[in-house]
C-alpha cells in the first residue's frame, strides 16, 4: 500500500513557475515508477509525465515537453514536477500516481496509488 499527498499548487501569472511535490507512504518507494497526470474542469485526466523507479528516465507528453521537468528522491520518498513557462491552459488539478510498471503510454488504469490532487491556476 502506497499513499501519496500532493502540494505546492496554487495561482501564478502565465510565464511563471511552480514546484509540485508528492510525498509517498511506505518502504517500496523506490519500487514504483511515479507519474503525473492532471485533469481541468470538464475535461479527461490528462498524462504529463513519468520517471522511472532510480529517476534515469523520464517522459513525457507533447504539451508539457520541454517547460516540465520530473524528478525523484528516494531517500525521501518524494516525487517532483517542476513547471516553467507556465500557460493559462496548464490550469488543472495535478495528481501523482505509482505504478509497478514504468509505462510511457499515459493510461492512467495503469497506476495503483493515487494522490488527492493540488489545484494549480495559471492566470494570464
Known amino acids: 500500500q502506497v499513499q501519496l499527498v500532493e502540494s505546492g499548487g496554487g495561482l501564478v501569472q502565465a510565464g511563471g513557475s511552480l514546484r509540485l511535490s508528492c510525498a509517498a507512504s511506505g518502504r517500496t518507494f523506490s519500487s514504483y515508477a511515479m507519474g503525473w497526470f492532471r485533469q481541468a474542469p470538464g475535461k479527461e485526466r490528462e498524462f504529463v509525465g513519468v520517471?522511472?523507479?532510480?529517476?534515469?528516465?523520464?517522459y513525457y507528453a507533447d504539451s508539457v515537453k520541454g517547460r516540465f521537468t520530473i524528478s525523484r528522491d528516494n531517500a525521501k520518498n518524494t516525487v517532483y514536477l517542476q513547471m516553467n513557462s507556465l500557460k493559462p491552459e496548464d490550469t488543472a488539478v495535478y495528481y501523482c500516481a505509482a505504478s509497478r510498471t514504468f509505462y510511457t503510454g499515459g493510461y492512467p488504469g495503469k497506476y495503483d496509488y493515487w494522490g488527492q490532487g493540488t489545484q494549480v491556476t495559471v492566470s494570464s
Open positions: 520517471v522511472s523507479w532510480s529517476g534515469g528516465s523520464t
